[in-house]
Nanobody
Framework: VQVVESGGGLVQPGGRLRLSCAAS????????MGWYRQDPGKQRELVAA???????NYADSVKGRFTISRDNAKNTVYLQMDSLKPEDTAVYYC??????????WGQGTQVTVSS
């Protein structure tokens, strides 16, 4: 399984970005897809996740600003990030969870919020 992210970049505070993540294969057995982020020297933290049934979970710091969505037919998850703040700067990683507690990570995409 390959997990490929795209959509990172440099944006000014208050701006918006949309991240995409696609998992290769048929998608059979995917139970959840999510986004995590990590700053250098810090632990990787959950940003948002969505189950195959559409249930979502967000970090308190992004509630009301970020929206996660999913296209099951394309095995793709999206993260719409609005009202970005400098503290959102990090490498964003996509994680795909399968049945049996198997999971895969993407390589990460850099998001930088700066004026």
């Amino acid at each position: 399984v390959q997990v490929v992210e795209s959509g990172g970049g440099l944006v000014q505070p208050g701006g918006r970005l949309r991240l995409s993540c696609a998992a290769s294969g048929s998608g059979f057995g995917i139970v959840a897809m999510g986004w995590y982020r990590q700053d250098p020297g810090k632990q990787r933290e959950l940003v948002a996740a969505i189950t195959s049934g559409g249930r979502t979970n967000y970090a308190d710091s992004v509630k009301g600003r970020f929206t996660i969505s999913r296209d099951n037919a394309k095995n793709t998850v999206y993260l719409q990030m609005d009202s970005l703040k400098p503290e959102d700067t990090a490498v964003y990683y996509c994680k795909v969870d399968y049945v049996g507690h198997v999971f895969y990570w993407g390589q990460g995409t850099q998001v930088t919020v700066s004026s």
